[in-house]
């Protein structure tokens, strides 16, 4: 019997390395060491009810177990064989406890290409990899495939560049492999860093193998013998875990000289970025590699012909080196077999916001939002009306209703004015401002904007001010003029891939949420109820009973009344914090 | 640690590690496994179980399914024959009638590995000692 923890992220910030030491202990203690074994591994993807243990072969899969739990899952499941049945997952809908994870709806449409090992193998042993075909892709490459046959075997697979931009990888490979140099680089982009995005983490801490495997298969195509990890000092589990899957394959000779006797030699090293979501983009982060500034530069020269220290580079993000190993091992012709015409294989999207199942997906292209959302993502939360999805992060735009039912591919995405963007995905429901999301993306890029360029320097501060004077009711019609010419400008105008989409949630919000906008500017009036300064907290007599629970929470005391007499709120001491419309219990408090 | 040298040494040491693994998953936990008796007696028999069986046990470890084949008596099903009964883990015994080597194959692909039920089941019409005790 195989107990799997869950060792990401986010099953350790609860507690999940503790419930890890208290089950070995446990199985110690019962002496079940032979017939139980306690793996660490990579995330599970449904972060919403960590930490979860999943227990092999029966499949069982508990959730939001607690340290405190380990004896008696040791007690009943293994030693007695039965399941601890409080800890089992209850479906959102019909409320049924289920037992078996194949049978849990947020698993039902997955299909694991790149998170295949995440959630079970150790990543942490090399040993479970090999078990599980690791490292079986590149000795196959190194030899039996000469560099153009493996590079050819790419472009068939049609894999596309799982970063955002969607380049197809093959060709990408095949660019590099042409430049003549007396050197040349592979460096894998682990900067992610569109905010609610972690798959590249995800990986990275549940299988890092996969990754240097695909890198020196990556060298070993375009001619180079040096790899490079650039990942962000802010993921200091997956450094961990990289460095001792790199000290794990280089003990076996799986990087270094001569690797597997092909004569072939190449290794990886790692170099830290300091969190900039500018150095997502290939050459800010090859400048930053460089110890020089994190900015971009003008495309041409690409880094295929001038990157790293002036030596042609390739750049693939974890994803798409995650997918690699498999299309080598099951071949082209399958991979391209998943997905839509253009768009081959699966893309692993983080789902965030207000939806039921928060947590790491892999889905093949194709899938509808709405089966993402509402099928594997367990619908909105609290049974609220859907709204928005925002896709692609802050470079993204906001998908609304009517496009629930498109494909997900790079191009439709890009047709109806978001993007795939690395694959974040956050769920927006009726509470949600419009105005305010395009806000909140512009605050980041503004925040995030390097500064080389002026139309995303000082364009994108302008943007944020305008929105700013909308969601407090002072602005007019030509605002919503200036909004939409200004976001023209930067678009066409700014140097880097950063600019050139800032502006795309506040273009997708105009397209599909006018309306709202309109309410801001016309009637100084957020529908949502959120924009503070235009809407106000008042009591409606017919419901309240004056029972002071709301004047007794309110911080400020601007809520006055006797027992059992309707209560009144003083607008001009009131700091709609929301505390008596939560703390109300006969719907008496309402946003006007 | 000694270094992988070919890829042949991968493969090896690939074959090695995994059959650790499977064995540890093996354990002395039948309940967690595919359990499928083949009714071998001589009504089986005569109606083509035995290669029902071999087939069954050939084409699991094929499929690299973890499972137990046995053979065991008549079920009583003499007019259904062959039959046989697949217990997957955590679910009820299913047993099967007028199974030959292709149903076997469609009961492997779509119940073993799916959890889809396939055509040609005998409802249970009996119950056994076990179950009458415990009411």
């Known amino acids: 019997m195989h107990m799997l923890v869950c060792g990401g992220t986010g099953c350790r910030a609860s507690a999940s390395d503790m419930l890890y030491e208290n089950l070995s202990k446990e199985v110690q203690e019962q002496g079940l060491q032979e017939d139980v074994q306690v793996v660490t591994t990579g995330c599970f993807g449904f972060c919403e009810k960590g930490p979860i243990v999943k227990v092999i072969p029966d499949n069982t899969f508990y959730v939001s177990v607690e340290p405190g739990d380990a004896r008696e899952i040791v007690a009943e499941h293994a030693v007695k064989g039965r399941r601890v049945e409080r800890l089992l997952y209850v479906d959102p809908v019909n409320k049924e406890q289920i037992a078996d994870s194949k049978g849990m709806g947020f698993y039902k449409k997955q299909i694991r290409i790149a998170l295949r090992n995440c959630g079970l193998i150790d990543p942490e042993n090399i040993d479970e990899y090999l078990a599980a075909d690791g490292y079986e892709a590149m000795g196959k490459v190194l030899s039996e495939l000469s560099p153009e046959e493996a590079t050819q075997e790419m472009i068939d697979s049609g894999l596309r560049g799982r970063g955002g931009g969607g380049f197809p990888t093959g060709i990408k490979w095949q660019i590099a492999s042409k430049v003549p140099a007396d050197q040349k680089y592979v460096v894998c982009n682990a900067d992610e860093g569109d905010p609610g995005a972690f798959m590249d983490r995800s990986i990275l801490e549940g299988d890092p193998h996969s990754v240097l495997e695909a890198m020196v298969i990556n060298g070993y195509c375009i001619g180079a013998t040096k790899g490079l990890i650039y990942i962000r000092a802010e993921y200091p589990l997956a450094i961990n875990r990289l460095k001792i899957a790199i000290k794990q394959a280089r003990e076996y000779g799986l990087l270094g000289k001569d690797i597997l006797g092909s004569g072939f030699d190449f290794d990886v090293e790692i170099r830290y970025g300091a969190g900039a979501f500018v150095c997502g983009e290939e050459t800010a982060l090859i400048h930053s590699m460089e110890g020089e500034r994190g900015e971009p530069t003008f495309k041409p020269p690409f880094p295929a012909q001038s990157g790293y220290l002036g030596k042609p580079t390739n750049v693939n993000n974890v994803e798409t080196f995650a997918n690699v190993p498999v299309i080598y091992n099951k071949g082209a012709k399958w991979f391209a077999s998943i997905g839509t015409e253009k768009s081959k294989g699966t893309k692993v999207f983080a789902l965030a916001g207000k939806i039921n199942n928060v947590g790491l997906i892999e889905v093949p292209m194709g899938i509808t939002l709405r089966e993402v959302i509402f099928e594997i993502g367990g619908g909105i939360k609290d049974g609220k009306k859907f709204r928005a999805v925002q896709t692609g992060g802050p470079s993204g735009g906001c998908l609304t209703e009517k496009h629930l039912d498109t494909p997900i591919d790079f191009d439709n995405l890009l047709a109806v004015g978001s993007m795939m963007g690395s694959g974040g995905m956050i769920v927006m429901d009726e509470d949600d401002c419009m105005v305010s999301v395009a806000k909140f993306y512009l605050d980041f890029t503004v925040e995030e904007s390097c500064g080389k360029c002026s139309p995303c320097r000082v364009g994108n501060k302008r943007l944020y001010e305008l929105l700013d004077k909308i969601t407090k009711g002072q602005a007019n019609k030509e605002d919503l003029d200036n909004l939409r010419n200004l976001s023209m400008v930067i678009r066409d105008t700014s140097l880097c891939g950063l600019g050139q989409t800032s502006p795309n949630p506040v273009l997708s919000t105009m397209d599909n949420f006018m309306e709202e906008y309109l309410s801001h500017v016309e009637d100084q009036r957020c529908p949502a109820g959120s924009c503070k300064e235009l809407i106000r907290y008042e009591i409606i007599p017919e419901n309240c009973v004056g029972c002071t629970a709301c004047a007794r929470n309110c911080p400020v005391n601007c809520i006055s009344g006797e027992r059992k007499q309707l209560h009144t709120i003083d607008q001009s001491l009131c700091i709609k914090c929301n505390a008596c419309l939560e703390k109300c219990k006969f719907n008496a408090v309402a946003i006007i | ?135």
């Open chain 2, 1 to 135: 640690m000694t270094k992988i040298k070919s890829l042949a040494d991968l493969k090896k040491i690939k074959g090695d590690l995994q059959s650790k693994i499977s064995l540890r998953e093996k354990s002395d936990t039948p309940e967690g496994r595919v359990l499928v008796k083949v009714a071998m007696a001589t009504c089986g028999i005569a109606s083509g179980s035995k290669e029902v069986m071999e087939y069954m046990i050939d084409e699991l470890e094929k499929r690299s399914i973890d499972a137990i084949v046995t053979q065991t008596g008549c079920m009583g099903y003499c007019y259904a024959e062959p039959t046989i009964e697949v217990s997957l883990p955590g679910s009820e015994p299913v047993v099967y009638g007028y199974v030959d080597t292709k149903k076997a194959d469609e009961i492997i692909e779509k119940y073993i590995r799916n959890q889809e039920l396939v055509d040609g089941i005998i409802p249970v019409n009996y119950q056994t000692i076990e179950k009458d005790k415990e009411e």
